[in-house]
Nanobody
Framework: VQLQASGGGLVQSGDSLRLSCTAS????????IGWFRQAPGKEREEVSC????????YYADSVKDRFTISRDNAKKMVYLSMNGLKSEDTAVYYC?????????WGQGTLVTVSS
């Protein structure tokens, strides 16, 4: 079982990035998927999540209208499109899959936004 996050990098303020999360070893369809981030010296926070069933989506206020989460169950992929990046978006981003008592984490991908 593995989640692999990728797509991070160094960008300038106002730029866009798309993070990808690849699942292997389990059926992604049944899992709610979340993106979390942890900035230096701060606690990990949930950025966005998408449910497995009705496609319900949550965004943290800090990223609403700038970030978009999506999933492609056939490809076992989850994406986080990030527009209008700000310096405060700098963090390691993690993807997370949850189904009842089962929970998996990816290893994280670093996003650095320079102002």
């Amino acid at each position: 079982v593995q989640l692999q996050a990728s797509g991070g990098g160094l960008v300038q303020s106002g730029d866009s990035l798309r993070l990808s999360c690849t699942a292997s070893g389990f059926t992604l369809d049944y899992y709610a998927i979340g993106w979390f981030r942890q900035a230096p010296g701060k606690e990990r926070e949930e950025v966005s999540c998408i449910s497995s069933k009705n496609g319900g989506i949550y965004y943290a206020d800090s990223v609403k209208d700038r970030f978009t989460i999506s999933r492609d169950n056939a490809k076992k992929m989850v994406y986080l499109s990030m527009n209008g990046l700000k310096s405060e978006d700098t963090a390691v981003y993690y993807c997370n899959a949850v189904l009842e008592s089962r929970e998996y984490w990816g290893q994280g991908t670093l996003v650095t936004v320079s102002s």
